[in-house]
């Protein structure tokens, strides 16, 4: 089971491919929960129970527990015709979070995790990725083993490459995303065919990962779109 | 005084309109700190202590103490044949800091913050900046009342506005970004002259502000230096 928190987010996870097994609620709260579906446990609290049982400082009022899901890659298809990102080993969950957001911005319906990269049902991941991770899907993979049998092509975010502003991009491909200390590993870095560097004017020695990876997506995204 | 973590990002301050007053090292340590200039106090300590002082759950083993500066934007000048970050109240210190890094990444020298924007010496804005404060200047102004004086274009990033692919951008201007929930303010919103929104494609409601900031500056940093 992940715990979600919030009915915003919660209605977005109605209708998708997860399964809420529970919900917790406030009493104010009660009126909206028969949208949410069918077979799902309902739990009146009060405040001191939320706070116990909440992973906030200020919990929204609702919290659910819902089934975990293991969505595995049979085959490479589902990555033609569109753009996929994978990440090699990123450890901060509000970064994994916020990346899923703006891939679910975009259009971009699959994030590909290297075995190492950070949990995506801890609380902070789910609450940053603000209910777009209802509609994004995320695998974990042998990330160097899956990138050699790509069939389309993949492309990095690294410190030095080809200026971002001037690739001729695919309409279908992978963007990889490394750690946010070390970048991208060897083993990856390997089946890496087009290393792409957001061009760098003043003294800053690098970006966050979540913000390096949306500048790109974005300008993927022009290009699918125009 | 304001707190500082780590030997990589305090070397970033050495050189800057920055003074600092002390630093806690551990041993190892001692042999970098010559090089940090005269007149600051040094004080060898212990892991035990480090831990006590530090804000961090694994501290980088130097802590250092720096003044707050002050500083006050006198006249619009300083704005003039470069392009600004404004911040309309913005409230996650992770935010704040990776927006100055980003900026800073950009060349882009002034963050302007509204007065209910986070606190800059905040530690977890100082750490999200990796450095790049030492660079940057960051301001505290009344916003609304700042923007109507500007002299040189203001733009803002909203959910609605001419779309980021089409704008034809000046060589100067301010970029507004709102908070986290509610965007930008009404009395800050009259001063816009050109709202912009980046093309969203899939099913997520928003972007996180550092995020969407980020994109945008991307932008405008391609049409300054092409």
């Known amino acids: 089971m992940f715990i979600l928190e919030g009915i915003k987010s919660l209605l977005e996870f109605v209708h998708s491919k997860y ?125 160097a083993e899956f990138l050699k049998e790509a069939t389309i092509p993949v492309y990095a975010a690294m410190l030095s490459g080809q200026s971002l502003f001037e690739v001729k991009w695919e309409k279908e491909g992978i963007l990889v995303l490394g750690n946010e200390g070390n970048g991208i590993s060897d083993q990856v870095a390997d089946s890496v065919a087009n290393a792409i560097t957001i061009p760098r004017i003043g003294g800053a020695e690098s970006l966050n990962v979540s913000i390096s990876g949306a500048i790109i997506c974005a300008e993927i995204s022009r290009n699918l779109n125009k």
Not at 74 to 88: E, P
Not at 92 to 112: E, M, Q, S, Y
Request: a neutral charge; glycine letters at 6%.
């Open 19 to 143: 399964e809420i097994q529970s919900i917790y609620y406030l009493p104010q709260y009660q009126s909206l929960l028969p949208k949410l579906g069918p077979n799902i446990e309902l739990f009146e609290i009060n405040n001191a129970e939320l706070s116990k049982i909440s992973t906030l400082q200020a919990p929204p009022g609702v919290l659910a527990l819902l089934k975990i899901p293991k969505p595995s890659i049979n085959n490479h298809n589902i990555l033609r015709d569109t753009f996929s990102i994978a990440l090699d080993g990123v450890q901060d969950p509000g970064n994994l979070g916020t990346i899923i957001r703006t891939a679910d911005w975009f259009g971009f319906k699959n994030v590909i995790c290297s075995e190492n990269t950070v949990e995506v049902f801890n609380p902070k991941t789910v609450q940053a990725t603000m209910g777009s991770l209802a509609r994004v899907n995320v695998f974990y993979v042998n990330l």
